[in-house]
């Protein structure tokens, strides 16, 4: 079984700044990437920012997101991190974690999910 449990999300005013955290549990072989999503109220998920550790590390973000947001991962912990600065209203979502991973003697890697974590943002 594998886990993704996220924290850090809330409620903050336009301007302000929330970290959000996912933390991968359980019979974890190999982490090719992890990421996060959000959806907004009668929209689709969409991709806010992903890390890819390999021989070298790429970051890739949504334009809306670019020199606001910073995404991180802890290797040792199979944490991944996003920095939020200068929120906007329009940032409020559900954020969800995200990470394509190998399990422990399986040779596929699967997507895997978080349960999401709001965040709202007031103007």
């Known amino acids: 079984q594998v886990q993704l449990v996220e924290s850090g999300g809330g409620l903050v005013q336009a301007g302000g700044s929330l970290r959000l955290s996912c933390a991968a549990s359980g019979s974890i072989a190999s982490i090719r990437a992890m990421g996060w999503y959000r959806q907004a109220p009668g929209k689709q998920r969409e991709l806010v920012a992903t890390i890819t550790s390999g021989d070298s590390t790429n970051y890739a973000y949504a334009d809306s997101v670019k020199g606001r947001f910073t995404i991180s991962r802890d290797n040792a912990k199979n944490t991944v991190y996003l920095q939020m600065n200068s929120l906007k209203p329009e940032d409020t979502a559900v954020y969800y974690c995200?990470?394509?991973?190998?399990?422990?003697?399986?040779?596929?890697?699967?997507?895997?999910w978080g349960q999401g974590t709001q965040v709202t943002v007031s103007s």
């Open positions: 995200n990470a394509n991973l190998k399990r422990t003697g399986f040779g596929v890697w699967y997507n895997y």
